[in-house]
């Protein structure tokens, strides 16, 4: 089991960048494929980017494609978002998640395959 924690989060003018951390424990981090979401207020939570337990594949929501990018250093147990050209409509908390699966060869962009979530992380853009 995983039990994981974002960290990161904070205010930016729009265009600026900021770069999520989720660190995670357990043995057997390397082996699921992890996955960032957002909840903006007053709407349902999002899928933003996913990677391949090896890190070869990644996976991005239209939204935020060629601004966003997923990373992860399995030997550090930690997975990465890194947000550039940051818009107000990125507000949200975002939530670092983990597969409930090991080792899924195609990797899933929708909420119900993942089932480690951490508390989430306030990203907040302004005009």
């Known amino acids: 089991q995983v039990q994981l924690v974002e960290s990161g989060g904070g205010l930016v003018q729009a265009g600026g960048s900021l770069r999520l951390s989720c660190a995670a424990s357990g043995r057997t981090f390397s082996s699921y494929v992890m996955g960032w979401f957002r909840q903006a207020p007053g709407k349902e939570r999002e899928f933003v980017a996913a990677?391949?337990?090896?890190?070869?594949?990644?996976y991005y929501a239209d939204s935020v494609k060629g601004r966003f990018t997923i990373s992860r250093d399995n030997a550090k147990n930690t997975v990465y978002l890194q947000m550039n050209s940051l818009k107000p409509e990125d507000t949200a908390v975002y939530y670092c998640a983990a597969d409930r699966l090991q080792k899924r060869v195609v990797v899933t962009t929708t909420l119900r395959s993942y089932g480690y979530w951490g508390q989430g992380t306030q990203v907040t853009v302004s005009s």
């Open positions: 990677i391949s337990w090896r890190g070869g594949s990644t």
